[in-house]
């Protein structure tokens, strides 16, 4: 039994020998205090001694004093190892923790329950779960998996492994168990959404366990993310019954919570009112709450209370606040809100507060003001700053940051110059001198061979319709990736040059790259454009077959156009069938438009019935198929159809089938 433990936490033992440094010094001492304890009159009762000690130097926080007597005891037994491994979590040490445990299992100690409690909750907290599992296998040898702690910390692991149907499966086979392990169970449903949490919660009386304060707090919280408002309210009249609505503080603050989350502003404010201001933990959610209903005043006073009773506001309130003052172009209350942001340092860590500011300086019109809102103008804000522009459409102020930070000295790298470059085509004022002038730039910083940035170049100059100098950009290139090929390719796509697209996807095949789903979706557009049958079924032949990219409803919109347009319109309605689009009733309108205008009777009048099969509702798809029968001269169903179109259109639930002739 002994010999197939030792295997199974073998590759644990390894793992954590080498990290730790402990390692040496506790092994040398480990024999000679042995040796001492030959001395001894009664080891048993100076193990007891120094487990006692070190238990009241674990719980005082003095963690090396408690490690230095652990090295220096003759003997251990179970005890001293329960005491230390769980002192050493209780003070986040969890690498010594796990140190320490190994040693205890390669020495030949059986665990006792506490022993895997504590183990358990340290794998958990680190997310070390490979080791949970091992740890778990020894539980199930020795035999301790029915212990209701064990179980306990067994659940909590699967429960942040996200394994919420074994944590439940363990939860089950318990044969007892605890409130704490209940609510363990009520937390983790509520952080994964699960929706049993009120039969769960029902259960839970049912077997005769009685809900505490931190139940209801649970069960609030998650009902509050999911915004059921019902199930909330239900729970709400029971608290008000047992009396904890008002007596206990963090069911109080748990309510104004959930209303707060649901939106319901009359009931946060009555559950905000019962609670004295000393024990107000929900400020955030008020102020978020009172934000995003545009009630100003309000939320500025909640907050400025906060504020009196020393409580941080959030980075909710925070983004609350100046998303606030950004939708009404308020920029006194979004500076103050910032003058805040300022003094408790939220500007450096977190990017939501950082967006929301800009954001809010852009949408008032102060650009200027959020770049001089950063303390320290170095290249990474500022090019933070400027992706944030980009990611928001700010377009402008990228090009004038860029400019900012060339005038002011700061510098530029390649990440400022690629996005500077890509945001050209978007601005209504650059054109094909602001690319000139940027690749300038990038030629004389010395990043013109950045990938990144000739990408971007490629792309910028196509846009302008300057073709030959993205080609030229790409001829310099030593070694193109996929990105370049790519964007060359969707360079030519993009001014309908067919040919030049097709070989280089040929190109760049023959040198081992892999092409994607956006380079064929560039090749097969420009075949599209260009006419190209030959080379476009080609090319969708091969996605699939021979380069394993599964075609999207646009390659094959675009294959069905290119068939459709030369006339191949079986072949076009036959390709469209064999697709997993065979229900995209835009595609099968296409298709109808291309039998239109070739006038074909027969292919025509399946396809219009095609459409009008995949959007009956849809009174535009009838129209289309009655415009479809005027095409080929059958102007009484084409009268018939417009007519039900009309009628549909006024009167879109009663829908009889219709019978083509
Ligand atoms: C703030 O606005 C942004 C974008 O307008 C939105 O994504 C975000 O959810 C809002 N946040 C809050 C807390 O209102
Ligand atoms: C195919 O090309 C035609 C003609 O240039 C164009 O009208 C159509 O939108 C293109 N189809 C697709 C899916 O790009
Ligand atoms: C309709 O198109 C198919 C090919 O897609 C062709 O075989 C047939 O002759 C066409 N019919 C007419 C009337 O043009
Ligand atoms: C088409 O069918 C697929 C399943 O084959 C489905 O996922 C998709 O939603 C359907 N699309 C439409 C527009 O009905
Ligand atoms: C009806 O069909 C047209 C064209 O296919 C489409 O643009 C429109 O969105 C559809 N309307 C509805 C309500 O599905």
């Not at 069911?251 to 019962?274: H, M, P, Q």
């Not at 920029?331 to 450096?348: A, E, P, S, T, Y």
């Not at 209504?428 to 690749?439: D, P």
Request: with cysteine.
């Amino acid at each position: 039994m002994r010999k197939q433990i030792m295997v199974s936490i073998a590759p644990l033992v390894s793992t954590f020998t080498h990290k730790f440094v402990r390692n040496a010094s506790t092994t040398s001492s480990f024999f000679p205090s042995q040796f001492d304890s030959y001395f001894e009159p009664n080891p048993r009762d100076r193990i007891y001694t120094y487990n006692r000690d070190i238990e009241t130097l674990m719980k005082s926080g003095s963690v090396d004093h408690a490690l230095q007597l652990f090295d220096e005891m003759p003997m251990r037994d179970i005890i001293t190892y329960n005491i230390v491994l769980s002192g050493l979590k209780r003070n986040g040490l969890s690498k010594e923790a796990l140190y320490v445990y190994n040693q205890m299992v390669s020495q030949g100690f059986i665990e006792s329950s506490s022993t895997f409690s504590t183990v358990l909750g340290v794998f958990s907290q680190e997310g070390l779960y490979q080791e949970g599992f091992q740890v778990h296998n020894r539980v199930v040898v020795l035999g301790l998996s029915l212990n209701v702690y064990v179980g306990s910390a067994l659940i909590d692991l699967y429960m942040n492994m996200g394994l919420v149907e074994l944590a439940l499966r363990l939860f089950n086979d318990l044969p007892e168990r605890n409130l704490a392990t209940w609510n363990q169970l009520l937390k983790g449903f509520g952080e994964f959404g699960m929706s049993q949490k009120l039969q769960l919660y029902y259960r839970m009386k049912r077997e005769g366990v009685a809900p505490n304060p931190l139940t209801f707090c649970y069960l609030l919280r998650s009902f509050g993310n999911e915004r059921v408002v019902d199930q909330g309210r239900e729970l709400h009249s029971y608290t008000i019954k047992v009396g904890w609505a008002e007596s206990d503080v963090f069911v109080s603050n748990a309510l104004v919570d959930f209303y707060s989350a649901c939106g319901s502003i009359t009931d946060a404010e009555k559950s905000f009112e019962v609670i004295p201001t000393n024990d107000v933990i929900s400020w955030n959610s008020l102020v978020s709450l009172y934000a995003s209903n545009e009630i100003a005043s309000d939320a500025l006073r909640i907050f400025s209370m906060m504020q009196v009773s020393g409580k941080k506001p959030s980075i909710r309130s925070f983004v609350g606040l100046l998303n606030l003052s950004s939708r009404n172009v308020n920029i006194i209350i979004g500076k103050q809100i910032h003058c805040f942001v300022l003094k408790l340092g939220f500007d450096h860590g977190s990017c939501y507060v950082c967006s929301a500011l800009i954001d809010m300086y852009g949408k008032c019109g102060e650009i200027e003001s959020s770049v001089s809102s950063v303390p320290r103008k170095t290249i990474e804000v500022c090019n933070s700053l400027m992706t944030s522009f980009a990611h928001c459409g700010i377009v402008e102020d990228v090009i004038e940051l860029f400019g900012l930070m060339v005038d002011e000295d700061i510098g530029f790298d390649e990440v400022s110059l690629s996005t500077t470059v890509n945001t050209l085509s978007r601005s209504t004022y650059a054109g094909l001198t602001s690319c000139k002038l940027l690749h300038l730039c990038a030629v004389k910083s010395g990043f013109a061979h950045d990938l990144a940035v000739s990408c971007s170049l490629i792309e910028s100059y196509s846009r302008f319709g300057d073709v030959k100098s993205s080609r030229q950009i790409f001829n310099q290139l030593s070694s193109p990736n996929v990105m370049c090929f790519t964007s060359i390719i969707s360079a030519y796509s993009r001014n309908k040059m067919g040919t030049e697209c097709y070989k280089l996807l040929e190109v760049m095949i023959n040198k081992g790259l892999k092409p994607d789903k956006v380079t064929f979706l560039c090749v097969l557009t420009a075949c599209n454009h260009s006419g190209m049958v030959h080379e476009g079924k080609m090319v969708f032949e091969s996605m699939s077959t021979v380069h394993g990219v599964d075609p999207e409803s646009q390659h094959v919109a675009c294959m069905v156009d290119l068939l459709g347009h030369k006339g191949l319109l079986e072949e076009a309605e036959w390709l469209l069938k064999q697709t997993q689009f065979n229900n995209d009733s835009a595609i099968w309108s296409s298709l109808l438009r291309h039998c239109r205008a070739h006038h074909n009777e027969t292919v025509g009048k399946r396809i219009a019935e095609t459409v009008i099969k995949l959007e009956p509702e849809n009174a535009s798809s009838w129209l289309q198929v009655s415009n479809f029968y005027s095409e080929i001269r059958d102007f009484e169903t084409a009268k018939l159809i417009k007519d039900i179109a009309l009628a549909r259109r006024m009167q879109r639930d009663m829908f009889t089938p219709l019978r083509f002739k």
